[in-house]
């Protein structure tokens, strides 16, 4: 590739070496090119055209959107324009999630309004509470999340009406209000507790935690500092572009499925432990190492490549991922509360040490928002199943939030990558007894 004297002019020129022919290709925003402008490069014209192969898509566009700005060079996060730093200290979850899925900061009568719906779908029919009481007592909670999720979109049939926007909203607000109900449920049939009804007067964190908490008719109340951490982890956690789960909502929604059965998917896509099970994996792993002394022979593991040092690296942060260093403050005032957690000792002396050592330095690995997430969540009360759940709630608003511009992006269609053949060539059958 070179220049062949277009200087000034906003394109790529291409030489293919194959003919000796130039080509001409139009560079878009930033340094983007359309992939499809690839395809008139050939040897001839029954050819296919050139493509580009890029396993795990770690160099592919699959979409403009206005919806989240990552730098992961410079440690940079914001929703919609606005730092997460702000919002993180003067928003709140149900704010900023109004202002992911409209796209503006809401006023007062705005918020109002989102408020109330969110709070007044919070209840789920009872066939829903039914079909989660049919699991087994040790079901992983992720796993009975995704299907209660998935059932949903039995209850509502119009949500097939992807394309009318008072229908999309509709199922955004109800997805919004059930997502905290269904993971206090699911938490409840691990413990063998009876279901806690959502109560209206209660912020959308405090009726979360007291769906969880509360025993019996005892007058449950949370303490109001862990209601706002809980609210920032939230807002902390609520997109983060174009992610495995959150490509995995676009991709299933771009066949045009409802947004319960493209939030299962989605949910599935985070419940891996290289993603939204990664907290999970930090406390197993934290557990394991046990005590300060075993860090060091820990980490000569990591670097013989026998184990990994979860909650560390991200594939697009190369620098300390900004959510770690607010998680990192919320945890001090948990502990507060609850009394600190001894594997928080642990942990940061693994930080410490990782952050001073050339493996990791010049690897960029940093810990990313996981890191602290889960030792917060464990001081709270919550039992490791729950951690990736405590990550989809929030979630589900960037995944709606991608969905919609999904919808209302006309270049989109059905979303269908390529592969490069590396199989057999044709051959024929060979019967059973013929064969070797
Ligand atoms: N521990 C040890 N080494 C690591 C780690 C880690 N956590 N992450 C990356 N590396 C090493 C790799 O072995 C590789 O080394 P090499 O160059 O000698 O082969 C190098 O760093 C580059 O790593 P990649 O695999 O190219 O990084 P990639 O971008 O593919 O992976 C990922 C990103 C999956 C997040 C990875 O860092 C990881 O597995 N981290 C642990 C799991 C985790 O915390 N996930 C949560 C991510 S945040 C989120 O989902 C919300």
Redesign the pocket.
């Known amino acids: 590739m070179g220049d062949n004297g277009s200087e000034g002019k906003n394109s790529l020129s291409i030489r293919d070496n194959r003919t000796g022919r130039d080509y001409e290709i139009d560079i878009l925003e930033g340094d983007v090119i359309r992939a499809m402008d690839l395809r008139q490069i050939k040897v001839d014209n029954g050819d296919f055209g050139m493509m580009a192969y890029d396993p795990a898509y770690t160099n592919t566009a699959s979409t403009r959107s206005t919806v989240t700005f990552i730098d992961g060079e410079r440690g940079i996060l914001r929703y919609r324009g606005y730092p997460i730093e702000q919002l993180a200290e003067r928003s709140t979850h149900l704010e900023v999630s109004y202002l992911l899925l409209k796209g503006e900061l809401p006023t007062q009568a705005q918020l109002d309004d989102f408020v109330h719906d969110v709070t007044f779908h919070t209840y789920v029919h009872e066939n829903i509470t039914e079909m989660l009481a049919g699991f087994r007592y040790d079901a992983h909670a992720m796993g009975m999340m995704i299907s209660a999720v998935a059932a949903l979109s039995t209850f509502y049939p119009e949500a097939k009406e992807i394309h009318d926007p008072e229908a999309r909203w509709q199922q955004i607000i109800r997805l919004v209000a059930k997502m905290p109900t269904l993971a206090a449920y699911a938490y409840r049939h691990h413990r063998g507790l009876p279901y806690v009804y959502p109560e209206n007067e209660l912020s959308y964190t405090a009726n979360f935690l007291n769906m969880l908490f509360r025993i019996g008719t005892r007058d449950y109340r949370p303490s109001p500092v862990l209601e706002k951490a809980l609210d920032i982890l939230f807002i902390l956690h609520a997109d ?1 572009e174009q ?1 495995c789960s959150t490509s995995t909502m676009r991709m299933v929604a771009s066949s045009g499925a409802d947004p319960y059965s493209a939030l299962a998917g989605a949910m599935a896509a985070l419940y891996g ?4 099970g ?1 907290n999970e ?2 406390l197993r792993m934290l557990n394991r190492i046990g005590s300060v002394d075993n860090i060091p022979a820990f980490l000569e593991g ?1 670097k013989r ?1 026998e184990e ?8 697009v942060y190369k620098a300390y991922d900004p959510r770690a260093s607010i998680i990192k403050r919320t945890a001090d005032e948990v502990f507060e509360v609850t009394g600190r957690n001894p594997l928080l000792d642990i942990a940061l002396e693994l930080e410490r040490i990782a952050l001073s050592e050339e493996y990791f330095v010049e ?1 960029n ?1 940093y810990p ?3 890191f602290y997430s889960g030792i917060i969540y464990q001081a709270m009360g919550f039992p490791v199943e729950m951690f990736p759940v405590l990550f989809a709630i929030p979630r589900s608003v960037g995944w709606l939030a991608q969905w919609q511009e999904l919808l209302e992006d006309s270049e989109q269609r059905i979303a269908r990558p390529r592969q490069v053949y590396v199989g057999e060539e044709a051959r024929d059958f060979i019967p059973m007894g013929d064969r070797g």
């Open positions: 983060h992610n432990p290289l993603h939204g990664a994996a930090v990591v490549k990994r040092l979860m909650g560390f690296g991200h594939r690897r690995l990313n928002v996981d």
